[in-house]
Structures are given as C-alpha cells and as structure tokens.
C-alpha cells in the first residue's frame, strides 16, 4: 500500500453512531464502502458510501411505517453482507436498539433472547433461517415484521414474513432523522456470563465511538486500507474493529464469503487488514505445520530457518539477519504471505490467548501479529500491542484513556467510558461487574510490566475457546451431571476448537444402561470405544440444551473411578480440582484434540 490517507472522524463531528455514518458519506461519497460476493451474479459488488446512504434511507422509510418507538428493540439474524450494516444504520438513525443475534445459536436461545429483550423486528437471512426457528414460531407471536434478505418460500408459521426487496422502499425520503443522545442505548449485546442463560450488555453510542477512537488513535487506519470482515458481526470485536473504524477512517470492508472460502477471497481481495481470533491463525499454522512435514528435510530446514532468523529479527526490532534474510524471505516467507493475499500489514489477534508458538511463527515469517484484550462490557477494546512495542507474550497496553489497575487478588480493573451502562434488566449482575466507582471488574488475573498487561489466569472458571466464545464450565458440568449416569464431570475446551469432557460414570447405573444397549461391560475395551462414546454424548446433549449453541461438547473420555479428596483429585470442600484432574489424564484429552 503506497498511498496513505488519514481522514478520521472525530466524536464531535459525529455525535452519534448513524451521525458517523453520514460524515463519511459527506466525505468521500463515491469511495468503496463496502464489497461482497453476489452468488446470483458470480462477481463480486461495491457499493459507495453514498449508494450504501440509499440503502439505509429505503430501510429507514420501511422502518417508519411499521409500529415502533424510539427505544424499541429489532434483531438481526444473518451472516455478514452489507445488508447488515444497512439495517443497523437505519434502525439506529431511529433512535432503535439494535439485537443482534448468532446464526449458528440454537433456536431456544434465539427465542430466549427475543423474548428478554422484547424484540419487535427480525431481519432474518433465508429460508435456512426460517426453518431453524420453525421449532420455536409460537414465541416469535410478538414480532410486528420478520424480514428476509433472500425471497423465501412462502410461510404459514410466519404469516408477518416479508421480503426485504419488497419491503424496503426507494422511492420516498425518510422523515427528518431521529437524533440520538451520545449517552442513548444503541444496542443489546447477548454474552454468556457464569450462568447458562445469556446476559444482555448496554452499549451506547458513546461507548461505541470512544472505542472507536480510542483504537483509531493507537492503530492508524487510512483510507486505502480494505478489511475482511469473516468474524460474526454479532460479536463486538467485529463489528467496532470491522464496522464502525472503516466508517471512522473511510477505509473499505469486503465481506469474506465463509470460513472456508477465507484462503481463496485472502488472496481475491488481498486485504491490509486482517481481524481474527486465535483459531483462524492456528487452522493455518498447523496447514503449514502439515506442509512442511511432507517436504524434503532440506525444505524443511529452510522453513525453520525463515521463522528462526525472522523472529531473532524481530526481537531485534527488525535489524539483522545478515544476507541470510532476504533469500529465506524470498524463498519462504514471502510465499506464505502471498497465500494470506500478499498486502497485510496489520494482523489483529484478539478473543481468547494466542499460542506463543503461532504468534513466533507468523511474526517470524514477516506478519505484523498484533494481540489485543477486551471484553464485551468494555465496548470491546481495553488494550493492544502497539506496533512499536509488541510484547507477543502480553495483551499489550491500555487504549488512550483507558484506565487499568490491578485490584484485590490481582484481578484486573478497568474504568472508561466504553464502560457498558450495565446488564439489561439485570441490576444484580451489574453491580456485581461495576462497583460504586465505576471500576468494572474483569475477572481476569493479571501482572503489569511496562504498561503491559500480561493475563496469568481467571478469578472465576471460565473457559476461552479458541474461536473466541466464553463458556462457563461449572454450570455445564451441574447440568451434565443431572444425568443419573455421570456421577462426575469436567469440561474443557480452554484455547480449543470445541469442548470435551471427562465423565466418572456411576458404576452401577452404568452397567444396568449399558447392558440395555448391548454393550458388554464385562470387557474393559468397551468404556471408551466410539459406539460407547457416541451414546454417552447423546444423552448429555439434551442437558446442555439452554446453553449457547457454540457451548456443545463433541468429544469424552469416560472413567470408572471417581475423584476424591484422598488422591487429590478434590478439595476438603468437594471441589475439583482441574488443574491436577487434567495433567492426570493429559493423554486423554490429547485424542480428544488429535488432529485439531
């Protein structure tokens, strides 16, 4: 990227959220806004920020002849396009709160959520939408209009369901905008918290924006920058770092196809910019890893050369290496960023711990991997490592005016105003989260060196996966545990892919049920076989069924012997104690991973 354009909006000149939007369009009308693949088309589309503004303005009229108030909640339902983008600005240009929702979640929390914030508008995707929420139509009775991207089949079980060709409407000018208070709700964001039911955050439009800026200052972002956007934007890591900064700095969003596409539109589109969490880079790594192993063991010398005098380069703050560098550069690492598109150079890793062995590969093959911190409640953003003083070992530092301490047991306090306002209809909680001086409370053991926050573990069990998703462990292991059969559980999944468990099986319910299914328990080959496994997975599953869908074990390991306070398996108090559970069977939970 030659050209290096800085045209950031400022809060004032936005003032709002939708405010912010109509700046850029003001700005740079007819630049790249946004691109997506059109599959009725086969190519991928642009649209300006000025075609997107039409967009916005015919949903927003829409929008003004259906039932609602300002305050009222609409929801979001579908993958991210530009449609996305345009009905949020629409709906927030009404003073609306926006809900957005997971595509993949299970039908009883999408209804749990609709029903908790009282949702009086769904904009769904399609017909694969509709007939994952078919189960669950009776509770969607309250929605005024449920509006689909894709023209659908017609629908007995949604009678109020219409197309959003036909409902959006080109031809007439919005009333004059709503405009927003700064301190307005501009949206509920869903995050499992320490019980099984979602919790509802706050975020205003000011907690947005000065997240926003605040990020912008600690990270230049110019107005030639394009980013892939592939995360949810239903997460608030996506939707600050991959929405709301290109509208603050005017720089473009293409919108990945899928997951699985993601190899082939990296290298389409070549993006400057790449959000992700640790998962995506650890999907490459161990491709790389794979690669590398079929090679010749001079290919293979070469490889770790490349990563070795790289990485030495960096600590070196990127001297050195002598001639060796730029033939390992043009012989291995330069190829390998060509296959992540061939431009990048800003790679931002945050949601969950990145392995150190990754952030040393990539890092060493010349990417500029850059970890960051935050929660959901912090709108998200509280620290990254500034490109000039990356620690890939931390999470780097504080966002301008952000506040950090350390508070009773080393847990991390932080205070902002990217603060959330609290928990939706939830005061206990939020009092439980922010004290009486606005200090909310991170759950997070933390040390601080240089200004650099380093995470050294969790006040309270919460599990990370590696796609970023945070599950509360104990409430998993209670419901599994309701099944007569599992006299003990232990979930983990920390910097996974997906969760596993460790179940003790009753002994004598297990011989009775297991006898029921042909099973001979007679042999000791039988507790772990895949047709035992594959059953004992099942029957949990019904347990764990008002948990987010991303909370869903796909692997166990089953063992015969319970833990006790005399093997040290357990406290006096008859708590487990994982740490010591897990190294006691560490070979177990490495087949549960085993090629992942």
Not at 305 to 326: C, H
Not at 372 to 391: A, K, Q
Not at 550 to 569: E, H, M, Q, S
Request: hydrophobic share 40%; aromatic share 8%; with cysteine.
């Amino acid at each position: 990227m030659t050209n290096k354009t800085l045209d950031v909006i400022s809060i004032e000149d936005a003032g709002n959220l939708p405010g912010l939007f109509q700046q850029r369009v003001k700005r740079t009308p007819e630049a790249i806004a946004y691109r997506h693949f059109d599959s009725t088309q086969s190519r991928w589309v642009d649209f300006t920020w000025a075609e997107s503004a039409r967009q916005i303005a015919a949903i927003q009229v829409a929008l003004e002849k259906e039932d609602l108030e300002t305050g009222d909640r609409v929801a979001l339902m579908l993958r991210n396009c530009p449609q996305w983008i345009f009905f949020e600005q629409a709906a927030l240009a009404m003073g609306l709160v926006v809900v957005p929702l997971y595509t993949d979640d299970r039908a009883e929390n999408v209804s749990y959520v609709l029903q908790d914030a009282g949702v009086k508008l769904l904009l769904v995707e399609g017909d694969a939408t509709l007939l994952k929420l078919a189960s669950i139509r009776a509770q969607l009775q309250g929605l005024l209009r449920v509006v689909s991207v894709q023209t659908c089949e017609p629908s007995t079980d949604f009678s109020r369901l219409t197309p959003l060709a036909d409902w959006q409407i080109f031809d007439e000018t919005p009333s004059v905008a709503t405009t927003p208070d700064i301190d307005a709700l501009a949206t509920l964001v869903y995050t499992s918290g320490t019980t099984g039911r979602p919790k509802g955050v706050m975020l205003s439009h000011r907690n947005i924006l000065f997240n926003t800026d605040a990020a912008v200052q600690q990270y230049p972002i110019y107005c030639e920058d394009l980013l892939l956007s592939f995360l949810p934007l239903s997460h608030m890591f996506e939707r600050t770092l991959g929405c709301y900064i290109p509208m603050m700095t005017g720089s473009t969003v293409a919108f990945a196809r899928s997951v699985q596409d993601l190899a082939e539109d990296l290298i389409s589109q070549q993006p400057t910019i790449l959000i992700s969490v640790p998962r995506i880079y650890e999907r490459v790594y161990n491709k790389i890893q794979a690669q590398v192993a079929n090679k010749s063991p001079f290919a293979q010398s070469l490889f770790h050369s490349a990563v070795e005098t790289g990485w030495q380069r960096f600590q070196n703050g990127g001297s050195g290496g002598g001639l060796r560098w730029p033939i390992l550069n043009a012989l291995v690492a330069k190829k390998i960023m060509n296959k992540l598109g061939g431009r990048l150079r800003l790679a931002i890793c945050g949601g969950a711990p990145l392995s150190g062995e990754v952030a040393k590969t990539f890092i060493g093959l010349g990417l500029n991997l850059i970890q960051g911190y935050g929660l959901t409640e912090t709108s998200p953003v509280i620290s990254g490592n500034p490109e000039n003083d990356n620690d890939p070992a931390s999470v780097g530092v504080p966002l301008p005016g952000v506040e950090i301490k350390v508070g009773a047991n080393d847990e991390l306090l932080t205070r902002s105003p990217s603060v959330m306002q609290g928990y939706w209809n939830n005061p206990e909680a939020t009092q439980a989260m922010i004290d009486k001086d606005g200090w909310l409370h991170t759950g997070d053991k933390v040390r601080i060196e240089n200004n650099h926050i380093y995470i050294t573990g969790r006040l309270k069990e919460i599990i990370v996966l590696s796609n970023g998703e945070k599950i509360p462990p104990a409430d998993m292991e209670m419901a599994i545990t309701l099944d007569p059969m599992v006299e003990q559980a232990l979930v983990i999944g920390e910097g996974k892919p997906y969760l596993s468990v460790i179940v003790v099986l009753e002994s004598e319910t297990w011989k009775v049920e297991a006898e029921t299914q042909g099973f001979d328990v007679s042999d000791p080959s039988v507790l772990n076989s895949k047709p035992v496994c594959k059953w004992i997975l099942e029957r949990i599953a019904p347990q764990l069924k008002d948990f987010p869908g991303y909370a869903k074990v796909r692997a166990v390991t089953l063992l015969d012997t319970p833990w006790n306070i005399d093997d040290g398996t357990m406290t006096p108090t008859m708590k487990l104690r994982r740490t010591i559970i897990m190294e006691k069977n560490k070979h177990d939970i490495e087949k549960m991973y085993k090629g992942h």
